[in-house]
């Protein structure tokens, strides 16, 4: 029987403890043998449990046991997460985690020592909760160079949108409605300002260019403006508003990364994940497009990643891969004010010849209730924020500016 | 720099040698080292090439060169590939194919062979061409027992279906289309027949299942007899036809396996996969449903997973994970006869009354054109033979036939 450790009993973590409960007959056939926790760490106590004797609330009691060699992490935050990562890989164990904010903040790090203690640091339940994405993209992608990522990669809001506009709900009925499906959170600003999305497409972005993105240096913008307006424009032009993560190498080698609302045209199969999925397409120089869709969350599909990760740990030797990103590099990141797109937008006090001065090259969509929708040609954020002073300048009200995703 | 060997510059074999020029260092960065292709076995000779004095005819020079550590086949065909996979696999070297003829009909002996000799046999781009499936499913999907595996296996057939779908296009001529497009052969019986899908869903299953399935023991069933008449039907019932191969778990362990043309409902991706793209659908048991989406064939996506696949033979230990399966286990396939769909059938010569006492519990579509449109309720095929059999009897003309696939 092989032993792990698990730290945190919470959503994810007692997930994992189901699935060693229920699969061990699949697990043996992936690993050689039975996986076993033999140490739950976590403040509360379970006495009805099967496996509440295994509980501990002392780290140092995991760290020493040399039996274990995985350590589980399903805290969520940065600490103490990070120092018992540390601890953990120092100790010689391989440290498998579902937790995003630890990746985004401290991946490199991590990576680092495992790589120097010659263990696994893997975290595929982090971004797409058990959609295969990571390993796939370390390993399967790899005679590609990585054109472009972009994904939907936050189940909550996506629920969201997809109750605008499947269902033409307010923006803020629908997020109570995520928060009594217990999708959403009591506080929501991690999922509705996109910062969740951010910490993901940056551990999806450190793995393409191979150095850390730190989520704080990324444009990120939320879904809280998006009004039934919008959701109306953009049904008509023949799409949907997606919350996306996006990293894009540009033609001189710089990462464009960011977190927006966009506008997804109806033929990307992205404008059809609806509900609480997520998906994520992966664009390489060689092989083209191809998108990974599945459950972003949850209880047993993001505890379904978790253990993969640990049978990986378990059976593979670590340093058979590349590690799959450095420190970041100066520079790498570029400026979103650089970054081309086209762009909708929703204008009101201007009449659609002014707005085709201002915005030359422009498609107008319509013009209904006060306000004119047209999709811009494509230019640079910074080029549209100056465009957009001058149609303001001549008393133009900017209702709504959303990018849109082209291929 | 590490060697490898190539047999076959056909369409996958050239796009091999493109990435291994253009993609170098991205070669080197995810194999220590950089790759080339000491031999290349082809029939022709290319003397217009940069690397044309590196072609041979003979095979037993890639054999016998004991700095070749990887043979990749990109032949077609069972022999002389599987003559030359097992010399190759004897003499040492990891095998790579893209070569699913071959690996369907002789993946278990291939595997067993080289674990036996602790070199890799991989075969990533033998199914979905670029995308990868293969890789997921033996190492990201490891916690799950997989219930079922649904996909478009083929791309000329989807492209086929798709001109027929969005265009009206008749059967003739977007098969005529498709071929002079290139994306059909002049014989296209292999996919319009679904040969070429049975081949893959036989391997997906004999990873899903451990152990091997034969496609001459699947039920397989082509889309030449899709009209337009069922695609005007499928439309209006909300969804698409596509040809599917999929293999599902049933309750009492067994698999089922099948290759039709099935009614796929609008709100599951699959039906929105469109042209020569695949997407394979797995379902496991603790992740639920994920899937991936890309290009199923072309040059360079084949080749991207074929290369993807000599990185890791050439820099993972064969044997750390579990060989994927093993001989055919005799009774495990469930007869086609047992297994249970709802259908939606096109019946002529019985008035609505008579067709729900033949087929109870059915959904009426509705009635033109002299024919009647209906989905059955679920039912065995040997069920749905009978009742088909009876109301033929009763003088119905039954004009389609066509399994709903449903989740």
């Not at 879904?223 to 919008?230: L, M, V």
């Amino acid at each position: 029987m092989k032993k792990i450790a698990l730290l945190g009993h919470g959503v994810v973590g007692s997930g994992v403890m189901e699935i060693l409960e229920k699969n061990q007959p699949v697990l043996v056939r992936q690993a050689g043998d039975g996986v076993e926790a033999a140490h739950v760490l976590d403040r509360r106590t379970f006495p009805g449990l099967a496996y509440g004797d295994r509980f501990t609330g002392d780290f140092s009691v995991i760290r020493d046991d040399p039996e274990v060699s995985v350590v589980v992490e399903a805290l969520g935050g940065v600490e103490p997460a990070f120092t018992w990562a540390r601890e953990s890989i120092l100790a010689g164990k391989s440290f498998v985690t579902s937790n995003k904010e630890l990746v985004a903040a401290k991946g490199d790090e991590l990576l680092a020592l495992a790589a120097e203690k010659g263990v696994w640091f893997l975290f595929e339940a982090s971004v797409g909760g058990g959609i295969p994405i990571l390993q796939p993209l370390r390993e399967s992608l790899t005679a590609n160079r990585v054109v472009a990522v972009a994904g939907i990669l936050n189940g909550t809001t996506n629920f969201i949108l997809t109750r605008m506009f499947a269902d033409g709900m307010a923006f803020g009925d629908a997020l109570a409605e995520a928060q009594s499906l217990g999708y959403a959170e009591a506080d929501p600003t991690a999922d509705v300002e996109g910062h969740d999305a951010c910490r993901k497409i940056c551990i999806l972005a450190s793995i393409a260019f191979g150095s850390h993105f730190h989520p704080q240096e990324v444009h990120t913008q939320g879904i809280t403006r998006i009004g039934p307006r919008d959701v109306a424009w953009a049904g008509r032009w023949g799409g949907s508003i997606k919350l996306i993560g996006r990293a894009r190498r540009t033609a001189e080698g710089r990462a464009a990364l960011e977190v927006s609302p966009m506008l997804v045209p109806g033929d990307c199969l992205l404008s059809r994940v609806d509900g609480v999925f997520n998906a994520v397409q992966v664009t390489g120089d060689m092989v083209g497009t191809t998108l990974f869709y599945g459950p972003g969350a949850g209880k047993l599909p993001t505890a379904s990643a978790v253990v993969g990760d640990v049978i990986t740990a378990l059976t593979q030797p670590a340093g058979s891969r590349p590690v799959p990103w450095g420190p970041k590099k100066e520079g790498l990141l570029q400026p979103w004010e650089e970054s081309a797109a086209r762009a909708m937008l929703r204008v009101a006090g201007l009449a659609p010849d002014a707005l085709e001065t201002f915005f030359p090259g422009c498609r107008l969509l319509g013009a209904e209730e006060g306000e004119t929708a047209l999709i811009t040609a494509a230019a640079t954020q910074g080029e549209l924020d100056a465009a957009l002073d001058a149609a303001r300048a001549a008393g133009g009200n900017i209702l709504s500016r959303i990018t849109v995703l082209d291929q």
